[in-house]
């Protein structure tokens, strides 16, 4: 099956956990990861699986002011933030108002601090809610990733990240199983 990956990333954790969910998924499927900014909509057409993820901003996904924000951390000097070379001028918010899904397969992630999501907030919600309203039909829950407060992912992340990926793989397969 053909998987399309979109991520929107504003220092990189989430564009990594992107790959690796992909790496969980390579061995079954045909996988493409791109960044929000090139996920045009043929791509998504095309696709049997969008897995659709973005960094939480302020509880939910990233606005044009949040990603401001982040963007102007990573100009100041001595906080060791490196903006992503995908990020870009529009989110997963934004590339959510433009796509259609045709009842197509889906699921949603994010990145999120390391707290109960109550205090923090998970932008997956919100891209599940997003994704259902366009037409998508969700497979799974939707999933955080964790990083630190310094902006690193938690240790581990990378390999839950991976076997997200094979979980997903198996929720296509029981799918298709039961609709054939
Ligand atoms: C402006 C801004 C607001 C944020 N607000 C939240 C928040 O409400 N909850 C949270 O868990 N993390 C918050 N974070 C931390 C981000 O979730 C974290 O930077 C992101 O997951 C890292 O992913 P990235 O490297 O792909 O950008 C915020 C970060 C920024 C820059």
């Known amino acids: 099956m053909r998987v399309l990956i979109v991520f929107e990333s504003s220092y990189g954790n989430t564009h990594h956990i992107a790959d690796a969910i992909a790496d969980g998924m390579r061995a079954e499927h045909d996988v493409t990861v791109v960044p929000v900014t090139e996920a045009a909509g043929e791509l998504v057409a095309a696709a049997d699986l969008v897995v659709v993820g973005g960094p939480t901003h302020i509880h939910g996904m990233s606005r044009p002011a949040s990603r401001a924000s982040a963007v102007t951390a990573a100009e100041r000097a001595g ?3 490196q903006l992503d070379p995908d990020a ?3 989110g997963v918010r934004e590339w959510l108002q433009g796509v259609s899904g045709s009842n197509g397969r889906t699921a949603a992630f994010d990145t999120r601090l ?3 999501a109550l205090l923090t907030g998970r932008a997956a919600k919100g891209i599940a809610h997003e994704l259902r ?4 039909r969700l497979i799974t829950e939707p999933k955080s990733f964790l990083v630190t407060k310094s902006n690193e992912l938690v240790s581990g992340q990378l ?3 991976q076997q997200w990926g094979e979980s997903l793989t198996h929720a296509l397969a029981t799918e298709q199983a039961s609709s054939s």
């Open 133 to 136: 309203d366009a037409g998508f």
């Open 114 to 116: 390391d707290a109960s």
């Open 88 to 90: 870009g001028a529009i």
């Open 159 to 161: 390999a839950a990240a």
């Open 79 to 81: 906080d060791g933030l």
